[in-house]
């Protein structure tokens, strides 16, 4: 349901503070004192207004003498915290909540408002935090036109017919994601098919505008750019990064932006992508195009989010050469150590693109003198596009826990993004976002999740799936144990379950072209778009090991090993690296083919569950958030078993081979 927003009723997700009246930390919140002032002191005020009243209908005062039980607030020289940590110290007084900078005591006021929320009991309370990730990002992929590629949950509410929109729903969004801990946005599409004009006069001012409310939350505004900007904007025939009247026009351009927004955080850049204009045009590289923007924002202090999703996306069947699993590593490793201090490589979790198992991209380990900074995908856009719920933390977290074998010790994905492997600032993490204007903001209700658990992770990746999806029910849905216990149960399964009828063993792709919702098993083999499987009647897969394509080359040794070898490699992504008979026996004991069926069937009625689970909580909670998801599972039923039947129905027309169990396969 889109929002009405003439009425401004906007629920605010983990934001909503529920009434508790009777509890214990109610006394600390009719006073507080801060010894600094500025527009993030005002949000925090207004932050701490907004609990207090809503969770116990109390006014909370500044108070000169803080005399009686008081939050206070505190900034002041504490160099090991840096510009975002903070300290919270509670005695039977005081609440001290200290940091370096306004934007530390924000994070610690919010920190500290989730504990009370969640019942952290507020006693021998003295914590210290710091986030891991320099940069926490959300991408959005929002048009100019209002439309979001890849959006699930209605239209975009920064942007509405060619214009930016900023409303309440804007100080809300800042609120919500700064409240994870989130520090940077890019509002428009990495496509920018009708956002050139956003670096022209015509929007700078309200752009300036958003910057400032971002701002004031503790998060730097960014922009998706068009290499060929020079030449749609500029009029010049080429856009050449090495090409003086090139370089010129950015400079100007960058002074223009810049004296009017001079908050940017700097431009997001897909270049030489699916289309895409970029530097590969007049031959030069990636670093030439990067580096040439990055040398126009540094006197701004500006950074270029270049992305590495470089690939050929028109791969002829005939083709047996070409793998785009290589194309990031081929593109990229060669330039490492050739970029700008200012720029950062934005890299894609797998080396295919957000499919639901890919193993680990293997630039992450192989470059080693460049900023990286790992994208995810929260918009579920090949997880069931919102419509079946698909809590991907856990997959987040596997990520996060690959050794990369980069280095003896702090080569974890989680050690290389953080700048710990190799000691960097300009690094961390980002998403793509889920959000729209849908009044629950994600459409699907428990996607939410999703949002706030990329926030919570990237501000500390040694947090567990079950604390998040713990901490997020308790916040926006309910405390009682029933409803995290039922809800938390069918969070933490969702994504295996999701998986298991889905493309086998991180084969991918087995989606319609275009939209990729719903089965296809030969949609993208038969698509000009081609990602191939390959499958016939006596098996499937392509052998991207050192007698195939080459790929598990990319890995160091340890897990080229593991991947090379079909034996070792692990039965979930056996397919990814092998092409593998029907009969091979998987390290489950079951044969291919079986496997495929089984889990075909394993996973509708994990759905089947989750339905039964959810009725349980029929009068627990909100009776219209029973019902929306009620729905959203009734339907992910039958859609999972549309999955079940065209997959199980395919591979048994191919192999002939009889399911053990003898159940209905078309
Ligand atoms: C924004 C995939 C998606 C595209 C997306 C692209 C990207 O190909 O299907 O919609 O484009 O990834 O990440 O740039």
């Known amino acids: 349901m889109e929002i009405n927003s003439k009425e401004n009723i906007y629920e605010l997700a983990w934001l909503e503070y529920r009434n508790n009246i009777s509890y214990a930390e109610k006394r600390y919140f009719s006073a507080f004192w801060a010894n600094f002032r500025g527009d993030v002191y005002n949000n925090i005020k207004k932050e701490l207004g907004i609990f207090s009243s809503k ?11 803080h005399t009686g039980a008081t939050i206070i607030l505190i900034v002041e020289k504490d160099n090991a915290l840096g510009d975002e940590g903070f300290e919270i110290e509670v005695t039977d007084k005081k609440i001290r909540i200290k940091a370096e900078k306004p934007v530390g005591v924000l994070y610690g006021v919010f920190h500290l408002l989730r504990d009370i929320n969640c019942n952290v009991s507020l006693k021998r309370y003295n914590i210290r935090r710091i986030p891991e990730n320099p940069l926490r990002m959300i991408n959005h992929w929002d048009n100019m036109s209002g439309e979001i ?23 809300d969004y800042a609120r919500l994601i700064s409240s994870v801990g989130i520090n940077a946005v890019t509002i428009n599409n990495v496509n920018v098919y009708d956002a050139h004009e956003l670096i022209t006069d015509k929007h700078l001012g309200e752009l300036k505008k958003l910057s400032e409310i971002f701002r004031n939350y503790g998060i730097k505004l960014f922009i998706s750019i068009s290499f060929a900007a020079p030449i749609i904007l500029g009029k010049l025939d080429s856009a050449d990064p090495l090409e003086p009247l090139v370089k010129s026009w950015w400079h100007e351009r960058c002074k223009l932006i810049y004296s009017i927004v001079p908050e940017l955080g700097g431009f997001l850049v897909k270049a030489d992508s699916e289309g895409r204009p970029g530097p590969f045009t007049y031959n030069r590289t990636h670093a030439d195009g990067a580096n040439m923007l990055a040398d126009c924002l540094k006197v701004f202090n500006g950074k270029i989010i270049w992305r590495c999703f470089v690939y050929n996306c028109q791969q002829d069947w005939r083709d047996k050469i070409t793998d785009r699993a290589r194309s990031g590593y081929d593109n990229f490793k060669p330039l490492d150590g050739e970029f700008r201090e200012n720029v950062i490589l934005q890299i894609k979790n797998g080396p295919m693109d957000f499919q639901v198992r890919e193993p680990v991209s293997p630039l992450f380990g192989g470059l080693e003198k460049t900023n990286q900074l790992l994208e995810v995908q929260i918009t579920q856009e090949y997880t069931g596009q919102q419509k079946h719920v698909c809590y991907l933390i856990p997959m987040f977290k596997e990520i996060l826990d690959f050794n990369t074998y980069c280095r003896k010790d702090n080569s974890k994905v989680s050690d290389i993004i953080s700048g710990r492997t190799h000691d ?33 992770l990237a501000w500390d990746t040694t947090l567990s799936s079950e604390e998040i999806a713990e901490e997020w029910i308790k916040q926006t849905l309910s405390n009682s144990k029933k409803v995290v216990k039922v809800i938390s149960s069918i969070l933490l399964k969702s994504w295996v379950s999701y998986e298991k009828y889905n493309a086998p ?11 990729h919702f719903g089965p296809n098993v030969d949609g993208y083999e038969y698509d000009r778009w081609g990602t191939y499987h390959r499958a016939d009647h006596i098996g499937i897969g392509v052998d991207r090991t050192e007698t195939g394509t080459g790929f598990t080359l990319q890995y160091h040794k340890k897990n080229q090993d593991v991947f090379s070898n079909i034996n070792s490699c692990p039965d979930k992504l056996k397919l990814f690296f092998h092409r593998v008979d029907y009969n091979f026996i998987l390290d489950s004991g079951k044969t291919l083919i079986q496997h495929i069926y089984d889990s075909h069937f394993e996973g509708v009625e994990d759905v089947e569950e989750f339905v039964k689970e959810w ?3 029929e009068g627990f909670i909100d009776d219209k958030l029973y019902k929306r998801v009620k729905d959203r599972l009734v339907f992910q039923v039958s859609h999972a078993m549309e999955w079940r039947d065209v997959i199980n129905s395919y591979f048994y027309r191919k192999s002939l081979i009889l399911d053990d169990k003898l159940r209905v396969i078309y």
């Open 424 to 456: 960097r600032k300009n690094c961390g993490m980002v998403a793509v976002s889920n959000t729209g204007n849908d009044q629950n903001w994600t459409g699907h209700d428990l996607a939410g999740a999703n949002l706030y658990g990329f926030g919570r």
């Open 505 to 515: 063993l991180g084969i991918g792709w087995m989606v319609n072209p275009n939209h």
């Open 149 to 171: 590629e890849r959006g699930y949950a209605g239209k975009s509410f920064f942007f509405k017919n060619g214009e930016i929109v900023i409303n309440e729903r804007t100080t």
């Open 55 to 65: 969770k116990w209908e109390q006014n909370i005062k500044e108070n000169e003498n």
């Open 615 to 617: 009725s349980e909580l």
